[in-house]
C-alpha cells in the first residue's frame, strides 16, 4: 500500500541557484515517514518516543536525485513499504511534481527501545498496522 503526503518547497529549502538544497529533501523525506507513521500506521512519533519509548532511526538510506524543485513546487511524496522484518522495516519513497520524479530514495528504519538504542521487535499492534501495506 503507498501512504501519499505533500510538501510545500518554501524559501527555507532553496539554496542560491534557487533549487531545493540536498539535505532538505532528507528533512521534507524525515517528514513524510513521520507523516506515514501517524496516519498510515496509527502510531503518530510523539506518543511512540515520549508514551512508548520507542524510536524508528533510519539505519541504511540510498537516494537518487533526479531533477531539481524549485521554490513554490508542490511535491507529492509517495512511501511505499516494501519489506517488514523482525525490527526492521523498508520503504521505498517517491518526490514528484509536475508528472516529473524529482528523488527516489530506499531506505530502512529500525524498531529500537529508546532507553539503551536496542534493536526491539515490532510491537505487535505495528505490526499488525504494518503487515498489509507491504509490498513485494
Known amino acids: ?38 496516519h498510515a500506521v496509527g502510531a503518530d512519533f510523539a506518543s511512540l ?26 511535491l507529492e511524496i509517495s512511501v511505499t513499504p516494501t519489506r517488514l522484518g523482525g525490527s526492521s522495516l523498508t520503504l521505498d519513497v517517491v518526490f514528484a511534481a509536475d508528472g516529473r520524479t524529482r528523488l527516489t530514495a530506499n531506505l530502512v528504519l529500525v524498531c529500537i527501545t529508546l532507553a ?12 499488525r498496522a504494518l503487515e498489509p501495506m507491504v509490498e513485494a
Not at 539503551?116 to 505490526?127: C, E, F, K, N, V
Open 1 to 38: 500500500m503507498r501512504y501519499v503526503t505533500t510538501s510545500l518547497v518554501r524559501f527555507a529549502h532553496i539554496d542560491a541557484a534557487g533549487i531545493v538544497f540536498y539535505p532538505r529533501y532528507f528533512e521534507m523525506l524525515n517528514g513524510a515517514i513521520e507523516d506515514f507513521f501517524a
Open 49 to 74: 518516543h515520549l508514551d512508548r519509548g520507542i524510536g524508528v532511526p533510519t539505519v541504511s538510506l540510498q537516494t537518487e536525485f533526479s531533477a531539481p524543485s524549485r521554490l513554490g513546487t508542490k
Open 116 to 127: 539503551s538504542g536496542t534493536a526491539l521487535a515490532w510491537p505487535d499492534d505495528l505490526r
